[in-house]
C-alpha cells in the first residue's frame, strides 16, 4: 500500500540527547499469532504502536478476538474466546507477510485454515514452501485455488515429527514451534533460527504450559501439550531500532543515548561497528553514541543471528558513505534489499551495485537533499537517515512503510534534534 504521508526533512542538524528504544516489531508479532493457542487473555505490555502490529490486531479482531488498546500505557490485551475457525481472507492478509504466522496455531486449534496468499512489501512477498512443508509432514493435507489455498487435517491433532529447515528461517522456526505445541507427541526442528525473538516467545508458552526446550539453539523440541493457558508478555526491546539509532547518531555525528535496549542481543553489530572506530560506550541497558575519529570503512556480509542483521545492512550501508574507505557490502538473505542504493546515490554517494546481492561503497561523500520514494521498511528509514545528514531539504515519499515498524518516528527523532515534518 502506498501512503499519501511525506516526510520533508531539513539536514545538517545536530542531534542530542536521549531516545528509548521501543518494543520490538519483530517480537510482538509473533506473541499476537500466539493468542489463538488458547482462549484466555493475555496482557502484552510495551507493545510497539506500528502499522504491522496494528494490522495483525485487526486480522485477529476479523478473527473473532477482542481487542483492548492502550496507547499511553504501552499496552494491549487480547480475548481469543470468540476466535471460531480458521478464515484468513482479504486485503489484511494480502497487505502483511506476517499473516502467515497465523496458520499453525489456527491449524492447530481448528484443523483447517483458508488463507488468500501472504503478501507484504517489495521483500514481503517471498516463498512460504517451508511453512508448508512443515504442516504436511505433520500430517496436513494442502489444497490450492487461484487465490490461496486450505490447509486440513483428516484427524483431530497434528503429530510431532522431526523437520530439518533446509534453509534458516525466522518465522518459519517460530510458526513450526507454536504449531507443535499442541500437537500429538514430539517434534524435534533442526537448522532453527536463533533470534532472540524466539527464545522470547517459546519462554512466554513455556510459562504458559508448553513444554520447549532449545529455543534460541539450532534444535528446538516440543512436546505436545493439550491445553495452553495465557498471562502477562512483556515485549523484548527492538534490537533493530536499537542499531539503527546508533547508526543514526553516528551519521549525524551526534552525541546521544539510546536507553531501554538490550546491547547483547545486537550479536555481530558491536564487533563490526567497534571496527569501524566508533566511540560507544555500552552500559547494561543503554548505548551511548559519542562523538570520535572518521570511521574506517568495513565490509560485511548478512547473516542469520548472531551474525550481521540483514534489517540492519540499509543503515549500515548508509553509514558506510561517511567513513573513509571502501567497503564491499554482501546482502545474502534477502534479494531486493540493496536496490535503494540507487537512490541514495542520486543523494550523491559512491555506491556501485556489483550484482542484486553486492555493493561496493566508496567514502567519504556529501550527499544533498532529494525525494526519494521509500520501498521498504528498513531502506525507508535509511532514507530517514540520509536526508538528515544530507546538505538542503529531502522528501521521503511512500512512508506507510517506515509506519509499519517505527512508532511516532518523526516525533522521536525530532526531540534529539531533527527537522523532520510530516506532510499530510
Ligand atoms: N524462505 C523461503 N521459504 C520459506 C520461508 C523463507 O525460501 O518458506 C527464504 C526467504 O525468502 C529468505 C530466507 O528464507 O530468503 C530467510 O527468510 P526468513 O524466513 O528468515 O525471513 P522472515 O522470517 O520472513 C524475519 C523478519 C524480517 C527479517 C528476517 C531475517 C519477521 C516478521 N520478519 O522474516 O524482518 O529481515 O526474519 O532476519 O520476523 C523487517 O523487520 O524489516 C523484516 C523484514
Avoid at 499473516?99 to 485454515?113: D, H, M, Q, R, T
Avoid at 539453539?217 to 493457558?229: L, R
Amino acid at each position: 500500500m502506498k501512503s499519501e504521508q511525506k516526510f520533508k526533512i531539513k539536514g545538517g542538524q545536530e542531534l542530542k540527547g536521549e531516545i528509548r528504544v521501543n518494543g520490538a516489531k519483530n517480537s510482538a508479532l509473533k506473541i499476537l499469532a500466539s493468542t489463538v493457542l488458547t482462549d484466555q487473555e493475555i496482557i502484552i505490555k510495551n507493545f510497539p504502536f506500528i502499522e504491522d502490529t496494528q494490522r495483525m490486531l485487526e486480522l485477529l479482531e476479523k478473527l473473532g478476538a477482542k481487542i483492548k488498546q492502550n496507547k499511553e500505557k504501552k499496552e494491549v490485551i487480547v480475548s481469543p474466546g470468540g476466535i471460531k475457525n480458521g478464515r484468513l481472507k482479504g486485503e489484511l492478509v494480502e497487505r502483511l507477510r506476517a499473516s502467515i504466522l497465523l496458520v499453525g496455531p489456527l491449524l492447530a486449534k481448528f484443523g483447517e485454515v483458508n488463507m488468500t496468499y501472504p503478501g507484504g512489501c517489495l521483500i514481503g512477498k517471498r516463498p512460504i514452501d517451508i511453512f508448508l512443508d512443515g504442516f504436511k509432514k505433520m500430517g496436513a493435507k494442502i489444497e490450492w485455488s487461484d487465490k490461496g489455498f486450505k490447509v486440513f487435517l483428516n484427524k483431530s491433532k497434528l503429530t510431532g515429527e522431526t523437520i530439518f529447515f533446509p534453509k534458516i528461517t525466522v518465522t518459519g522456526t517460530e510458526a513450526l514451534m507454536m504449531t507443535a505445541v499442541l500437537a500429538e507427541g514430539k517434534t524435534v526442528l533442526k537448522n532453527c533460527a536463533m533470534e532472540p525473538e524466539i527464545k522470547s516467545l517459546a519462554d512466554y508458552l513455556n510459562k504458559n504450559g508448553a513444554d520447549i526446550n532449545g529455543a534460541g539453539t539450532p534444535t528446538i523440541t516440543i512436546k505436545g501439550v493439550d491445553k495452553i493457558s495465557a498471562g502477562t508478555f512483556e515485549v523484548i526491546p527492538d534490537r533493530i531500532e536499537t542499531g539503527t539509532f546508533i547508526m543514526m547518531g553516528l551519521a549525524c555525528k551526534s552525541e546521544i543515548t539510546i536507553t531501554n535496549c538490550i546491547p547483547d542481543h545486537l550479536g555481530a553489530i558491536l564487533p563490526v561497528l567497534k571496527k569501524n572506530g566508533a566511540n560507544l560506550e555500552i552500559g547494561k541497558d543503554f548505548i551511548r553514541v559519542k562523538k570520535g575519529k572518521m570511521l574506517r570503512a568495513v565490509s560485511v556480509s548478512t547473516h542469520e543471528y548472531p551474525g550481521f542483521a540483514t534489517d540492519l545492512q540499509p543503515p549500515y550501508t548508509l553509514l558506510m558513505t561517511q567513513a573513509n574507505g571502501v567497503s564491499l557490502i554482501h546482502e545474502t538473505i534477502f534479494e531486493g534489499r540493496l536496490f535503494f542504493t540507487d537512490q541514495l546515490n542520486t543523494m550523491g554517494s559512491a555506491i556501485v551495485m556489483c550484482d542484486p546481492h553486492r555493493v561496493v561503497v566508496s567514502g567519504p561523500t556529501g550527499l544533498y537533499g532529494k525525494t526519494l520514494t521509500s520501498p521498504d521498511l528498513r531502506a525507508g528509514i535509511t532514507m530517514v537517515l540520509a536526508g538528515m545528514i544530507a546538505f538542503g531539504e529531502t522528501t521521503i515519499e511512500n512512508i506507510y512503510q517506515i509506519d509499519r515498524g517505527y512508532e511516532d518516528i518523526d516525533g522521536r527523532l525530532n526531540s534529539l534534534g531533527a527537522s523532520i515534518e510530516r506532510i499530510k
